[in-house]
C-alpha cells in the first residue's frame, strides 16, 4: 500500500485544513472547521484517530503535530537545550479528555468518541497559543481554579534573556475558548521588595501543599527564594533551598491507589531497582501524580532515582492499571486480576524514550523524545489500541 499519500494529505490537513475524508489505510479521518458533529467542542478538532494494530506516530512541529511513519522516520531536529524545545512537557486527565502540555506552543486535548469501554477512536484537539508562548518554558502543569494551566517563565540558564516577562504568567485551556486563556494565580504574583522578580515554577509537594520558586532577573543581580503555601490564592510563606528540594520527592507508596500498588509490586519483582518514581496520571487525580519506592528515608529527589516509571491507573469503568520504562516495556493489570501481563511498546531508535502512558477507551497514549543529555530532538506521541500489546 502507497502510504506516501495518506502522509502528505494528513500534513496538508493540519497546517491548512481541507475536507473530511479517510486516509485510507492510516487510521486518520480528517475533519474538516464544519464538522456538526464536533461542535460541541470549543477546540479546533485536527484528526479523528482510528487506533489499531499499527501505532499511530505524530511528531510536533512548528505548525503543530504532523503524521510520521514511525519514530525511526521524525525529522532530523537539532538539538537544543530542553527549555527552547517542543515536547510534551506533562500531561492530565480533565473531564474524561487527556490533555497535553507541550512548551512553547499550547494544548494538545484528545477526547473518546463513543462511551464503550472498548472504543478505539479518539478526537484530536488543539488549542494553540498562536505562538505567543514560544520564547517561554513551560516546566508546571497544574490544575487551577478546576482547568488545566501552564506557568511560563523566561530560561536564562542555556543563554541570555531576549524577550520581556511573559505577561500574564499562568494560561489555563478553558472549555469555552479555542485557545488558551489567560489567567492570574495571586500567590504567583507577590513579589520579594527591590529587584525584578519573576516565578519559574510551581509544584505540588508530597505534602499536598504548593512550592513554587522565584528568581530575580535583573542586570547584576539574580537572587533566588522558595516559598510555600496551602492556598494559592494567598502569598506564600518564605522557605529554604532544603525545603524546597524536598518539595520534588514523590508521595510514600502508602497513599498509591491499590490496583497500581499491586502493578508495581510485580513490576519490581520482574524487574528489580533499589530505588525511583513513579510519574502517574488517573481520572482519579486532580493533575500528575509522583509516587516514591525504595528509598529508606522516605524521600528520593528525581536526580537520585535510579529509576523512573510511568503509570496510568483508573477505578471505572473497570479496575486498569499501566506501566512502563523508557524504554517501553511495560506491564499491565486489568480488572480483579493479580497478574501484570508484560507488553513491549514499538521499539524506537537509540536515544529515544517514551515519556509517559494513559488510555482513553481502549486506547493507549504515550508522548516521546528523541534525547541527548540536556537536549531534545525530535518529539511526539503515538496512538495504539490496547487490544494490540505485544
Same mark, same amino acid.
Given at each position: ?185 495571586? @500567590? =504567583? ?8 522578580? #519573576?516565578?519559574?515554577? !510551581?509544584?505540588?509537594? +508530597? /505534602? *499536598? ?97 535510579? @529509576? =523512573? ?8 469503568? #473497570?479496575?486498569?492499571? !499501566?506501566?512502563?520504562? +523508557? /524504554? *517501553? ?62
Amino acid at each position: 500500500m502507497n502510504k506516501i499519500l495518506p502522509l502528505l494529505l494528513l500534513i496538508f490537513f493540519l497546517v491548512a485544513g481541507c475536507n473530511k475524508k479517510d486516509n485510507a489505510g492510516s487510521g486518520i479521518t480528517e475533519i474538516n472547521d464544519e464538522g456538526q458533529e464536533y461542535t460541541s467542542l470549543p477546540w479546533p478538532a485536527l484528526a479523528r484517530l482510528r487506533a489499531g494494530e499499527n501505532p499511530i506516530w505524530f511528531e510536533l512541529g512548528q505548525d503543530g503535530p504532523f503524521l510520521i511513519e514511525a519514530a525511526a522516520a521524525a525529522s532530523l531536529a537539532p538539538y537544543v537545550p530542553w527549555p527552547h524545545a517542543r515536547y510534551v512537557t506533562a500531561m492530565a486527565m480533565w473531564n474524561g479528555f487527556l490533555v497535553m502540555a507541550v512548551n512553547r506552543d499550547g494544548f494538545l486535548v484528545f477526547g473518546p468518541i463513543g462511551e464503550s469501554p472498548e472504543a478505539t477512536e479518539l478526537l484530536l484537539c488543539r488549542s494553540d497559543s498562536g505562538g505567543i508562548w514560544d520564547p517561554y518554558t513551560i516546566e508546571s502543569f497544574f490544575i487551577w481554579e478546576g482547568k488545566p494551566a501552564v506557568l511560563l517563565y523566561r530560561n536564562d540558564f542555556f543563554g541570555e534573556l531576549t524577550v520581556p516577562t511573559p505577561d500574564p504568567r499562568v494560561y489555563a485551556l478553558d472549555s469555552s475558548s479555542p485557545v488558551p486563556v489567560g489567567a492570574f494565580v495571586p @500567590a =504567583l504574583e507577590v513579589f520579594p521588595s527591590n529587584g525584578s522578580w #519573576e516565578t519559574e515554577l !510551581l509544584r505540588r509537594g +508530597p /505534602d *499536598g501543599l504548593w512550592y513554587y520558586r522565584m528568581k530575580e532577573k535583573a542586570q547584576g543581580r539574580n537572587a533566588t527564594a522558595y516559598f510555600r503555601t496551602d492556598d494559592l490564592n494567598i502569598g506564600g510563606r518564605k522557605i529554604s533551598f532544603g525545603e524546597w528540594m524536598n518539595s520534588d520527592c514523590g508521595e510514600d507508596t502508602v497513599n498509591i491507589p491499590h490496583n497500581l500498588a499491586i502493578l508495581l509490586e510485580r513490576v519490581l519483582g520482574f524487574f528489580p531497582v533499589a530505588k525511583g518514581q513513579m510519574k502517574t496520571v488517573s481520572h482519579d487525580f486532580e493533575g500528575q501524580r509522583v509516587f516514591t519506592f525504595g528509598a529508606s528515608d522516605g524521600i528520593s529527589s528525581i536526580a537520585e532515582n535510579t @529509576a =523512573l516509571i510511568y503509570a496510568y491507573c483508573q477505578n471505572a469503568p #473497570e479496575l486498569l492499571a !499501566l506501566a512502563i520504562f +523508557p /524504554d *517501553g516495556m511495560g506491564f499491565i493489570l486489568t480488572g480483579e486480576e493479580q497478574e501484570a501481563i508484560p507488553f513491549s511498546l514499538p521499539a524506537m531508535p537509540e536515544g529515544f524514550v517514551y515519556t509517559g502512558i494513559a488510555a482513553l477507551g481502549n486506547v493507549i497514549i504515550t508522548p516521546w523524545e528523541e534525547q541527548r543529555e540536556a537536549g531534545v530532538g525530535a518529539a511526539g506521541f503515538m496512538v495504539m489500541a490496547m487490544a494490540f500489546f505485544n
